[in-house]
């Protein structure tokens, strides 16, 4: 059974950087593409960004020279790095293993307050 468990999230103020991890059950994580996401109150859920097995990324141009997706599969584990955030990164970041189609972590917060 594939569990996906988000952390890293929390209270910010505008400027400062988070990293989110995602630690994937198992040892399978390395074979498949996998990807974040968030969902703001209120709003769908939005692609953030995806990588491959071997390491190809694709950031989403709402958040692209600020966010960056990687993965260690020796630690089972995907992350997000976010800089520079703002009021409107506040949402529930999502990872998922299997993208575009795949299993879903259960969400860590994020809230971006002066």
């Known amino acids: 059974q594939v569990q996906l468990v988000e952390s890293g999230g929390g209270l910010v103020e505008p400027g400062d950087s988070l990293r989110l991890s995602c630690l994937a059950s198992?040892?399978?994580?390395?074979?498949?593409?996998m990807a974040w996401y968030r969902q703001a109150p209120g709003k769908e859920r939005e692609f953030l960004a995806s990588i491959t097995s071997v390491g190809a990324t694709n950031v989403s141009n709402s958040v692209k020279g600020r966010f960056t997706i990687s993965r260690d599969n020796d630690k089972s584990t995907l992350y997000l790095t976010m800089n520079n955030l703002q009021l409107e990164d506040t949402a529930v970041y999502y990872c998922?293993?299997?993208?575009?189609?795949?299993?879903w972590g259960g969400g860590t917060r994020v809230t971006v307050s002066t």
């Open positions: 198992g040892s399978f994580m390395r074979a498949y593409a």
């Open positions: 998922m293993l299997g993208y575009p189609n795949g299993y």
